[in-house]
């Protein structure tokens, strides 16, 4: 019988980045319904809450892509909720566009944010959990598209699959200080990153083409997002977590 305490975030302080909308909302909710304390930092306004029990959430804005505001999110965690240990790179953005019509001017945009972003709050996570000798978990939110790509959406699947090799990299060279770096490979969800995919008939042919025969629900990485989390993952280190519905096989 497995213990179920193996799955525990209770009383973790947990950061979440792209954390006001899509997937990282549901990623803040449900954590701290679990009893972690979670600190969404986003760009944008979050929405209102109407919630009950579990634990503490503090929305702070702030934009990944400036080390400057990442430092300062970081210290304003730490000054209320303690080191932060575990972190979830979700904030991302996403430019839909051919090969021949990506200028470099998109192609910045989305790699400033998708990796640089990305980079810039790993990095300084593990500069605080090393500075406080403490163990800590990043999990990094790369893409089915990174090892399958879509006609159209060119940039978004080379910044996420350099998002995927740096989950590696990162764990190769942070493992020494226990802190494991690892990574969620969504499949179709529907967001509003991909809503202009998802209209018309894009959906449906997604549906016909998925083992599974659907799109997938944001609960559906709920048990991924718990296990990376806690200590169920305690030897997983440079792993990529794949949720499809059997897309990519």
Not at 26 to 41: E, F, P, T
Not at 152 to 165: L, Q
Not at 196 to 202: F, I, Q, Y
Request: hydrophobic share 45%; glycine share 12%; net charge neutral.
């Amino acid at each position: 019988m497995i213990d179920g305490a193996l799955f525990s975030v209770a009383g973790k302080t947990i950061a979440v980045t792209g954390g006001s909308s899509g997937l990282g909302l549901r990623m803040v909710d449900m954590l701290a319904k679990h009893g972690a304390n979670v600190i969404s930092i986003s760009r944008a306004h979050a929405p209102e809450r109407n919630r009950a029990g579990g634990g503490e959430i503090i929305d702070i804005m702030a934009d990944v892509t400036s080390p400057e505001e990442v430092g300062r999110a970081f210290d304003e965690a730490e000054a209320r909720l303690g080191t932060v240990t575990v972190v979830f790179n979700n904030a991302g953005v996403a430019q839909m566009a051919r090969a021949l019509d990506t200028t470099r001017e998109m192609l910045k945009a989305v790699f400033d944010v998708n990796v640089g972003g990305a980079f810039c709050v790993a990095q300084e996570a593990a500069r605080r959990l090393i500075a406080a000798g403490k163990a800590g978990t990043i999990v990094n939110s790369t893409s089915i598209l990174a090892e399958r790509p879509l006609k159209g959406a060119v940039a978004y699947a080379m910044s996420k699959a350099a998002v995927s090799h740096m989950t590696r990299a990162l764990a190769l060279e942070w493992a020494t200080h226990d802190i494991r770096v690892n990574a969620i490979a969504p499949g179709w969800f529907p967001t509003r990153l991909n809503e202009a995919v998802m209209e018309g008939p894009g959906s449906g042919f997604l549906k016909g083409i998925n083992p599974l025969r659907r799109l997938g629900e944001v609960q559906d990485l709920d048990g991924a997002v718990l296990m990376l989390a806690s200590d169920a993952s305690r030897y997983m280190t440079g792993a990529i977590v794949t949720i499809d519905g059997g897309h990519s096989i």
